[in-house]
């Protein structure tokens, strides 16, 4: 999970995001905490456990309404609560804007349901030290025979595009709801976060992609079989006996983490990411696996020898 990269290690803002998550109905969260892993000689966020957990057993639970996705109701009553675009085929619009106003509310201020998921969320600087959608320019055009900076050149034109076309009426909206001075940063900000931080909930009503805070700071297995975590979506009952670390009664969907094995005490929670190449991974989350079993297609002789020339230049100066 790239998307915790940037390593702040203020503890103060991630316990606030459990106090906060804990007050509004998420259960079990005494059995995780938030730690930091060496990786590839980084310091990256995650999840670990506080004490040996059993093969099976229901870990932690988020309730709905700490599941911000397009359909929920405080994106439905805000000014985005309609705004459709063609880029939606690309992200849930109103669930970007909604996301890039908040956080510059905040910003300027004003308060937030958000806060503390807000606070604990990564700042374009540090998407920056990894997101190809931040990348430079000139390293891409490098880079261009890759077919994954072809789509990564396609990707930002349409970020960019969009607020281009549609930022004066998406700016008076953002005004209303206190975001003063909204601009294309905080829109390719909230762009990147919703789509790297996202888990699929279409069993939710309304469907589409769902950000969850604190099950977010699970990072990627390296393969399928080194996860340690599972998701379900969850509707409770109408009446529960549950104990007290499941959910509480009523119709209220849940996000779900259950261990796929048993873990340690201490020991990071993992989480797969799919089956995919790392060519899809370094789109969307900002990282490649080492391991990666799924090849990329070949590149031809020419685009070899340009590349290893643009290494030995690289290399050498």
Avoid at 12 to 21: E, G, I, Q, V, Y
Wanted: charged content about 15%.
């Amino acid at each position: 999970n790239v998307t915790g990269a940037g390593c702040r290690s203020d503890g103060r803002l991630l316990a606030a995001l459990f106090t906060w998550a804990s007050a509004h109905g998420a259960r079990g969260l005494n059995h995780v905490h938030a730690a930091y892993f060496w990786k590839h000689g980084r310091r990256i966020r995650g999840l670990a456990a506080n004490s040996n957990l059993t093969d099976g057993r229901q870990i932690f639970a988020v309730p709905e309404q700490l599941i911000l996705r397009p359909g929920h109701p405080k994106v439905a009553e805000s000014p985005f609560g309609t705004v459709t675009s063609w880029f939606d085929r690309l992200g849930p619009t109103r669930l970007i804007l909604y996301l890039a106003a908040q956080r510059r509310a905040l910003q300027n201020g004003h308060q937030s349901f958000w806060e503390p998921w807000l606070r604990c969320l990564p700042t374009a600087e540090e998407l920056a030290l990894d997101h190809p959608v931040y990348a430079d320019e000139q390293l891409l055009m490098s880079f261009a025979v890759l077919p994954i900076i072809q789509y990564l050149d396609v990707l930002r034109f349409y970020i960019t595009e969009a607020w281009k076309q549609h930022a004066p009426i998406w700016i008076t909206l953002a005004e209303q709801c206190g975001a003063h001075n909204m601009d294309f940063e905080d829109w390719r900000w909230a762009f990147v976060v919703a789509q790297a931080r996202s888990f699929s909930a279409d069993g939710l009503p309304g469907g589409g992609p769902a950000l969850v805070p604190v099950a977010d700071l699970a990072n990627a297995a390296s393969h399928f079989g080194q996860r340690s975590l599972t998701w379900a979506w969850v509707q409770t009952p109408d009446t529960s006996t549950h104990g007290s670390d499941a959910p509480v009664a009523g119709k209220v969907w849940w996000q779900v983490a259950k261990a796929t094995r048993s873990i340690h005490d201490g020991a990071e929670l993992l989480q797969h990411y799919g089956n995919n190449t790392n060519a899809h991974f370094l789109a969307i989350y900002g990282f490649m696996q080492a391991t990666n079993p799924l090849m990329l297609p070949q590149l031809n002789a020419t685009s070899c020898r340009y590349l290893r020339r643009l290494a030995a230049v690289d290399i050498h100066g």
